[in-house]
């Protein structure tokens, strides 16, 4: 009889066991079948703008926003969106626009506008639009090798390293600035041939405190003789055909202040 015993509980334990992972089966299911009774919305891709030589401006919607997580686009250099460039919306809409840049000139893209539901993803009708061939890098002599200095607001100097600037991808108006700070890190910007400034991106990070976390630069204005940050989160400088260039006032940011507030001049060194 014990061995009986022995035998019937392991089995009826057994049984327990099973038929709780059927339950759980039936569950999933359950849960497969609901998501299959969701109704996908529709979406559209309205209208496409050519922005410069490096974007367009889209402009989309989708029919309902029950179960939408999220929407956005899609830009891609072929047929099938292998490896497309995603654009999503901040906030979720029924009509929505946003401008997606950082594309290479004188190419044609394809693009679709998405909606990523409880269900799955929705995509519109693809559309092509081609961007026009940029002109070339006017002002090459930036390129190379800069001495840079940075003083401090008093006109102090602080900290003396190398810099390189480089073009950014092809990019017509674009450089690639490595080592701001003296950090090693590098940074993007944007330059005006006419009007010979150089702007940094928004929230360039130029260093990492293991306490504090990324360091940017952010642009100082002068008001009522008093330094205070710029609404955006960039540095101008300027610059002349003899390779001198002037980085304005600005402050190395973190999250819990500011580093030190400086002026930097860079000088080309001579190959």
């Known amino acids: 009889m014990k061995n009986i015993f022995k035998t019937l509980i392991p089995c009826l334990a057994l049984s327990v066991a099973l038929t709780g992972c059927y339950d759980e089966m039936d569950d999933k299911d359950v849960v497969e079948a609901g998501f299959a009774t969701i109704a996908a919305p529709t979406v559209s891709l309205n209208n496409v703008t050519v922005d410069g030589y490096e974007g367009f401006t889209l402009e989309g919607a989708v029919s309902s926003l029950e179960n939408v997580l999220e929407v956005g686009f899609m830009v891609a250099s072929d047929a099938e969106f292998s490896n497309p460039t995603i654009a999503t919306v901040s906030e979720t809409a029924a009509n929505f626009t946003l401008a997606v840049t950082g594309l290479k000139d004188d190419a044609s893209y394809y693009i679709r506008t998405y909606a990523y539901t409880k269900g799955g993803m929705v995509f519109s009708e693809a559309k092509t639009?081609?961007?026009?061939?940029?002109?070339?890098?006017?002002?090459?002599?930036?390129?190379?090798?800069?001495?840079?200095?940075?003083?401090?607001?008093?006109?102090?100097?602080?900290?003396?390293?190398?810099?390189?600037?480089?073009?950014?991808?092809?990019?017509?108006?674009?450089?690639?600035?490595?080592?701001?700070w003296g950090y090693g890190k590098t940074i993007t910007a944007t330059v005006d041939f006419e009007k010979k400034t150089i702007t940094s991106d928004p929230y360039s990070v130029i260093y990492i405190d293991s306490t504090y976390g990324d360091t940017w630069t952010w642009g100082l204005s002068v008001v009522d003789g008093k330094l205070v940050k710029n609404e955006e989160c960039v540095v101008v400088a300027t610059y002349d055909e003899e390779g001198n260039i002037t980085w304005g006032y600005w402050s190395a940011q973190c999250s819990a202040g500011s580093f030190g507030q400086y002026y930097t001049t860079f000088k080309k060194i001579e190959e």
């Open 129 to 180: 639009a081609a961007l026009p061939k940029a002109p070339e890098f006017a002002d090459t002599y930036l390129f190379g090798t800069y001495a840079a200095a940075d003083y401090t607001t008093a006109g102090t100097l602080d900290y003396e390293y190398q810099v390189t600037i480089e073009q950014k991808n092809g990019l017509w108006n674009k450089v690639s600035i490595s080592n701001i």
